[in-house]
């Protein structure tokens, strides 16, 4: 079951027709889909479903959906279960044989791939980055290594210092952050990540939603012994901090490793 993601019109009426027909509408908040079946007229009973409640609720609507009613699931804005509850909910219709028809619809991860104009052949969905550095780095580096573009959900907050990590760990790849989709103050911006993560430091957190959707990894085909003489060359002219940036964004690769090797190649020349 899908709900929009922000503007009540994206909603499907393929969906309209399940949660008028529905026994019951398991929601996140009742109120704020109350909203959306205020609007279309819709007088199916709902009730409150998250990860909290899911011990106490889950049994019951077991049971309902065991004497054969028709449960439809919505999430306040998006898909159910994509960084929304409903997981375990699935789950457990799937492993007792109850049926599960889903009703694609408005999706933040998808919308934003699709409006970044990077890759869409082959993606990762990647969902929350987590809040603190260490463990953002170390989730950073296990995706580093995937063939296709990376689609994050990301708080407002949020958003300069996870950029910031990312082109660190990523090296300077081209992405896009897309904002308030749907909605009035709807706007994709896109970019290289130093780019996006100098301009979100500067213009400080942003209002509203926001889905950052990440290049794949650049396929240049240097070696490093190329790197190294790159390095070499720009360490005449620059400090190490500038010459590990640029070498990482012209080569594709993670500014911290270049900057490793910069360092190495600084103390080496010092020493001579
Ligand atoms: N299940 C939802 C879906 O399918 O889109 C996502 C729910 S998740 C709790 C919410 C996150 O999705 C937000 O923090 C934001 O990162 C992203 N998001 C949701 N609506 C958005 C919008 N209109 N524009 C940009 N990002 C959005």
């Given at each position: 079951?899908?709900?929009?993601?922000?503007?009540?019109?994206?909603?499907?009426?393929?969906?309209?027709?399940?949660?008028?027909?529905?026994n019951?509408?398991?929601?996140e908040d009742?109120?704020?889909?109350?909203?959306?079946?205020?609007?279309?007229?819709?007088?199916?009973?709902?009730?409150s479903?998250?990860?909290?409640?899911?011990?106490k609720?889950?049994?019951?609507?077991?049971?309902?959906?065991?004497?054969?009613?028709s449960?439809a699931?919505?999430s306040?804005?998006?898909?159910?279960?994509?960084?929304?509850?409903?997981?375990?909910?699935?789950?457990?219709?799937?492993?007792?044989?109850?049926?599960?028809?889903?009703?694609?619809?408005?999706?933040?991860?998808?919308?934003?791939?699709?409006?970044s104009?990077?890759?869409?052949?082959?993606?990762?969905?990647?969902?929350?980055?987590?809040?603190?550095?260490?463990?953002?780095?170390?989730?950073l580096?296990?995706?580093?290594?995937i063939?296709?573009?990376?689609?994050?959900?990301?708080?407002?907050?949020?958003?300069a210092?996870?950029?910031?990590?990312m082109q660190?760990?990523?090296?300077d790849?081209?992405?896009?952050?897309?904002?308030?989709?749907?909605?009035?103050?709807?706007?994709?911006i896109?970019?290289?990540l130093v780019?996006?993560?100098e301009?979100?430091?500067?213009?400080?957190?942003p209002?509203?939603?926001?889905?950052?959707?990440?290049?794949?990894?650049?396929q240049r085909?240097?070696?490093?012994?190329?790197?190294?003489a790159?390095?070499?060359?720009a360490?005449?002219?620059?400090?190490?901090?500038?010459?590990?940036?640029?070498?990482?964004?012209?080569?594709?690769?993670?500014?911290?490793?270049?900057?490793?090797?910069?360092?190495?190649?600084?103390?080496?020349?010092?020493?001579?």
């Amino acid at each position: 079951m899908a709900t929009p993601i922000g503007n009540l019109r994206d909603i499907t009426l393929r969906a309209l027709d399940i949660l008028s027909a529905a026994n019951l509408i398991i929601c996140e908040d009742t109120r704020v889909t109350r909203k959306l079946l205020t609007r279309y007229g819709i007088a199916t009973r709902s009730i409150s479903y998250n990860d909290h409640n899911a011990p106490k609720v889950l049994p019951g609507l077991m049971e309902r959906l065991n004497h054969g009613e028709s449960l439809a699931l919505v999430s306040d804005a998006g898909t159910p279960l994509i960084s929304d509850p409903g997981f375990k909910l699935v789950e457990a219709a799937t492993q007792q044989g109850i049926p599960v028809f889903p009703v694609p619809g408005a999706n933040a991860a998808l919308a934003g791939l699709v409006a970044s104009g990077l890759p869409t052949d082959s993606f990762f969905f990647a969902g929350f980055l987590p809040p603190k550095q260490g463990a953002r780095r170390a989730r950073l580096t296990e995706l580093a290594e995937i063939p296709g573009s990376l689609v994050f959900y990301e708080s407002a907050n949020r958003l300069a210092a996870s950029l910031d990590d990312m082109q660190t760990v990523l090296g300077d790849r081209p992405a896009s952050v897309a904002r308030e989709i749907t909605k009035l103050h709807e706007e994709v911006i896109r970019g290289s990540l130093v780019y996006l993560a100098e301009n979100y430091a500067q213009q400080g957190a942003p209002r509203g939603e926001i889905v950052i959707v990440v290049g794949p990894p650049l396929q240049r085909d240097a070696s490093d012994e190329d790197v190294h003489a790159a390095l070499l060359e720009a360490l005449q002219t620059m400090s190490v901090r500038d010459a590990a940036a640029s070498i990482s964004r012209d080569f594709g690769r993670a500014r911290r490793d270049v900057y490793a090797i910069a360092i190495g190649l600084s103390r080496k020349d010092a020493s001579a």
